[in-house]
Structure formats: structure tokens, C-alpha cells
């Protein structure tokens, strides 16, 4: 069952995306060559502590950590550890937030140092993907309407779409009904309305689409080892159309927009 929020509910929503934001935007301002994924957990349980909320992940599903840090080929799910970043990777920083009885899960794909434009290309078609993706997240549509437009912008790229993994409702549960594929048919699936509450979050792959788990359980990995993407926003559906609840601009405060006269941030 979709659990609708009400005006008042989504404000707390927003809160909640907000912080996992300027969570985001701090570390920001640490991702770099020499600093671990470990290390940025810390910063960043002891930030969203510091600033009343407590870490979403942290405990859920067993989940070990405040982030998911998945760095090159794992999509998404990776366990931060304490082997360096190092110069050329990429790394997608997955975090989230519970306050006020309301979850944040918002995600952005850093560079490290110096990146290969072919990977630089797929942090921004992800990214557009996210955007166009939540586009059609407006009254009148359907779910598989988000998902179409995420697949077709990918695939006309010649990437793949991770299918595994999907979006999700949001609220207080961090992962509720509807599930929001990143694969669809235009006019297929739930009907959107105001008050739905979803996580958007295309994770999109250089090469195949395929992926597997590593022994750990968590982590997800291409299957032919070519790096991922992963891209997610916090949106919900007031007056008919798409209200993005978290914003990549604390990151962008910070290292510039990266896909600035691409899309709207
Ligand atoms: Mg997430
Ligand atoms: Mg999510």
C-alpha cells in the first residue's frame, strides 16, 4: 500500500532529505585522494548527530555503517573501509538520515582527483538520467513513466540500467511502497498522485548491466568490472508536479556544479 503524505508530513520529509544533504555537502569538502571511505563514515555520523538527527542506515538491515560508499565498479551497497581513495576513482556516497520520524536517502557520485572524461561522461548522463527520471514524476502519469525516461536517456548512451536494484517510496519506513524501477513502459505501473513520496536513484553502468554481490553481502559490483553511477534525489509530488525535497547545491557550494548547463540542480 502507498502511504500518501500530507503537506505537514512532507515538510518533516524535507528536513530529513536536507540534512542527508548538507551531510553530503561536507564531505564534499573532504572527498580526496589519501582519505578513506571510513574515515568519511565517522564525519558524518558525527555530523548528523550533531545537527539532531540520527544515521538512517546505521543498524537497519544489520547495516554496519552511516554510508554506503561504493567506489568504481561497485554500483551501490559498498561498506566503507579504510583502503585510501586514490587519484582517477570514482565514489558514490549513499546516506541517510531519521528525524522527526521521517527518513532522508539521497546519494551523489564524487570525483577523486583526476577522472577520465569517458567516466566524467557517465557521472553526468547518470545524473541527467536522475533528472529526467523525476520529470515525469507529476500527476497524470505512472511509475513506469519515471523508469522509461531514466532507460531511454541511459541506453541512448549505450550504458546499462541496473535492474536489480530500484527506487522506493520514502517516509517512515526508508524503503515503502511503490518500488520505482529505473527500466519502464510509458503509461505502465501505479498511478502518481499528490502526496506520493518516492527516492529516485538511477544507478547506471558503463558496460553491461548486469552485476553481482561480493561475499560481504552487501556490496553490488559490475559484472564485467566497468565503472557505475549512482545518482538520488528525495521527491515528492505537491500540486500535480515534482518537488525535489533534497538538493545537490550544499555539493555544489563546495566543488562547483559538474554538470552545470546540463540540467537543473
Ligand atoms: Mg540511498
Ligand atoms: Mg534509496
Known amino acids: ?29 573532504l572527498v580526496a585522494p589519501g582519505v578513506s571511505p571510513l574515515d568519511l563514515d565517522k564525519k558524518a555520523e558525527e555530523f548528523i548527530r550533531d545537527m539532531g538527527g540520527a544515521p538512517g542506515f546505521l543498524g537497519l538491515y544489520n547495516c554496519p555503517s552511516t554510508l554506503l560508499t561504493s567506489v568504481n ?14 587519484d582517477g576513482d570514482i565514489v558514490s556516497i549513499d546516506c541517510g538520515v531519521f528525524m522527526g520520524g521521517y527518513y532522508g536517502d539521497h546519494a551523489f557520485t564524487f570525483t577523486v582527483g583526476e577522472v577520465e572524461a569517458k567516466i566524467r561522461k557517465l557521472l553526468e548522463v547518470t545524473y541527467e538520467c536522475l533528472m529526467k527520471g523525476i ?34 517510496g520514502l517516509g517512515t519506513q ?48 559490475t559484472a564485467d568490472g566497468l565503472p557505475s553511477a549512482h545518482f538520488e534525489h528525495d521527491v515528492a509530488v505537491v500540486n500535480g508536479a515534482p518537488e525535489i ?3 545537490f ?17
Open 174 to 221: 526508508l524503503h515503502e511502497e511503490p518500488q520505482v524501477p529505473n527500466f519502464g513502459r510509458q503509461g505502465k505501473g501505479k498511478k502518481i498522485k499528490d502526496g506520493l513520496t518516492v527516492a529516485i536513484e538511477p544507478m547506471i553502468n558503463m558496460g553491461t548491466h548486469r552485476v553481482k554481490q561480493l561475499a560481504d553481502g552487501w556490496t553490488i559490483v
Open 135 to 168: 520529470e515525469q514524476c507529476k500527476e497524470g502519469n505512472r511509475i513506469g513513466d519515471i523508469g522509461h525516461a531514466v532507460e531511454t536517456h541511459a541506453t541512448d548512451h549505450g550504458y546499462g540500467v541496473v535492474r536489480e536494484l530500484v527506487g522506493h
Open 249 to 265: 547545491e550544499p555539493i555544489f557550494e563546495v566543488i562547483g556544479n559538474p554538470f552545470e548547463n546540463k540540467s537543473e540542480a
Open 245 to 247: 525535497l533534497s538538493s
Open 1 to 29: 500500500m502507498i502511504r500518501y503524505k500530507t503537506e505537514q508530513q512532507i515538510e518533516l520529509m524535507r528536513k530529513s532529505a536536507l540534512l542527508v544533504s548538507d551531510t553530503l555537502g561536507m564531505l564534499a569538502g
Open 73 to 86: 565498479e561497485q554500483v551501490v551497497h559498498g561498506i566503507p573501509t579504510d583502503k585510501p581513495l586514490q
